[in-house]
C-alpha cells in the first residue's frame, strides 16, 4: 500500500455490523492487523519474535456474532484503520468493548484511532466504554475519546458488568480467574505474548501516568474502561471540535453512499412542492435557492413547472458532480456560502440543518 491521504478530506471513517463485512473488507483486515500490529514476543512458545498474523478466517466468524461490529476509516478505499468491537446490554446500560484496534504504521498520530472511537461512541448514551491492551497509547486515546480518566477503582466497583461484556468475548475463558482486580492498574490474562519492549518509552513519550511495564507480565494486558457515571476530566471544547468535524466526515460519507432513489421518503417531491406553493409567495419569476439539495430532486420539479429561476448548493462533491442536467447545481455550504442576489425563497428541507452536530452553526 502505498497511499497519501489527509486525514480530514481524504479518509472516509464508516462502522457496520459485522454480519454485512464484504470479503474485501474481511481481507484487508487481515492484512492491516498481519503487517502493522506488532511482533511475538521472545516468551510465545511456537513464534517468539514473528510478525503478529491473523488469517482472514479469523474475521469470517465474526460475520456469525449478532452483536460484533466494524469501524473502518479508509483511503481511497483502502482500510488504513480498524477497530472491531461488540455492543451488550447490562443492567446499567448498553456497554462496548473494544475487541481489536489497528492503525496502519504510515497513518499513526493523526488522531485515526481516537477518530475511530468517535465514530462508534459518538455523544452517546452508553454506559462503558474499553478494552485490553499491552499498549499505553490506546489507554491514551481511549481516556481522550470519553473525556474520561482510566480508574482502578471504578473498573473494580463494576466487575459484575465487565463480566456480562465478556460472556461473549472468544479469548476470555474465565473473567473472574483472567482478571486480577488487586492490581494497579488492572490487568487480565488473555495469553496473547505480544512483545513488551516499547512500553517503558511509549510511557516515558506520552507522560502515561500510573501504567509501568512491571505491572505488565507477558501474556498479560491492561483492562481499561471508563464508564458514564464518571466525571469529565478533560479539556472539553477541544475535544468537542474534534469530534464535530469526525461527525461531519462521517456524515458527508454516509449521505454520498445512501441510495435515495430507493428510499421512501424521496418519491413525495411534488406533494411537497405543492405544499411549499400553498403556503408561500412563491411565483414563476421568484428567484428560489435549495440548500442542501443533494442531486437536486425539488427544485428540478420547479423547473419541470415552469420555476426557471432555481439553484441549488449542495457541500457534498459526488452529488454536485452526478448533475447532468439543465438544473444549476454548485457546491456550497449553507453555513459559509455568501450569495450575490437576495433569494425570495430558500428551500432547507429534511435534516440539513439538524445534521450538524455543533448547536452554534445552526443559527
Known amino acids: 500500500m ?8 481524504d479518509i472516509e471513517f464508516l462502522t457496520k455490523k459485522c454480519a454485512d463485512l464484504t470479503d474485501d473488507e474481511i481481507d484487508q483486515s487481515s492484512i492491516l492487523f498481519s503487517e502493522h500490529y506488532g511482533i511475538y514476543s521472545s516468551l510465545d512458545k511456537d513464534r517468539p519474535g514473528k ?3 491473523l488469517p482472514s ?14 469501524a473502518f476509516a479508509k483511503c481511497k478505499g483502502e482500510v488504513v484503520g480498524q477497530a472491531y468491537y461488540l455492543l451488550k446490554e447490562t443492567d446499567d446500560g448498553i456497554g462496548t468493548w473494544i475487541l481489536q484496534l489497528v492503525v496502519h504504521s504510515s497513518y499513526r498520530k493523526l488522531g485515526i484511532g481516537k477518530t475511530l472511537l468517535y465514530s462508534i461512541w459518538g455523544i452517546s448514551d452508553y454506559y462503558a466504554w474499553g478494552l485490553a491492551t499491552a499498549n499505553p497509547l490506546t489507554v491514551k486515546t481511549l481516556e481522550s475519546a470519553t473525556f474520561r480518566k482510566v480508574n482502578r477503582h471504578e473498573i473494580t466497583n463494576n466487575e459484575s458488568h465487565l463480566s456480562v461484556l465478556a460472556e461473549d468475548i472468544d479469548f476470555i475463558r474465565d473473567f473472574r480467574k483472567d482478571v486480577r482486580f488487586e492490581n494497579a492498574p488492572v490487568d487480565i490474562n488473555t495469553r496473547f505474548f505480544v512483545d513488551h519492549h516499547q512500553i517503558d518509552s511509549e510511557i516515558e513519550a506520552f507522560s502515561i501516568r500510573d501504567f509501568k511495564s512491571s505491572y505488565l ?3 498479560y494486558e491492561w483492562l481499561v474502561f471508563t464508564f458514564a457515571s464518571q466525571s469529565f476530566d478533560f479539556d472539553r471544547s477541544r475535544s468537542l471540535e474534534s469530534m464535530f468535524e469526525m461527525s461531519e466526515s462521517v456524515l458527508k460519507h454516509a449521505y454520498a453512499r445512501m441510495q435515495r432513489d430507493v428510499h421512501p421518503w424521496t418519491k413525495s417531491v411534488d406533494r411537497e412542492i405543492d405544499y411549499i406553493k400553498g403556503i408561500s409567495s412563491m411565483t414563476k419569476e421568484s428567484l428560489i435557492y435549495d440548500f442542501g439539495c443533494g442531486n437536486g430532486r425539488h427544485i428540478r420539479s420547479l423547473y419541470n413547472q415552469g420555476y426557471r429561476n432555481v439553484k441549488g448548493y449542495e457541500f457534498i462533491n459526488e452529488f454536485v458532480e452526478l448533475n447532468s442536467d439543465e438544473i444549476p ?13 437576495k433569494a425570495d425563497i430558500i428551500l432547507c428541507l429534511y435534516d440539513v440543518i439538524g445534521s450538524f452536530a455543533d448547536d452554534s452553526e445552526k443559527g
Open 2 to 9: 502505498n497511499l497519501e491521504c489527509n486525514i480530514k478530506n
Open 51 to 53: 510478525q503478529i498474523k
Open 57 to 70: 478466517s479469523y474475521y469470517k466468524k465474526f460475520k456469525n456474532k449478532s452483536n460484533y461490529y466494524a
Open 217 to 219: 507480565e507477558e501474556g
Open 329 to 341: 447545481i454548485d457546491f456550497g455550504d449553507c453555513r459559509t456560502l455568501r450569495l450575490d442576489s
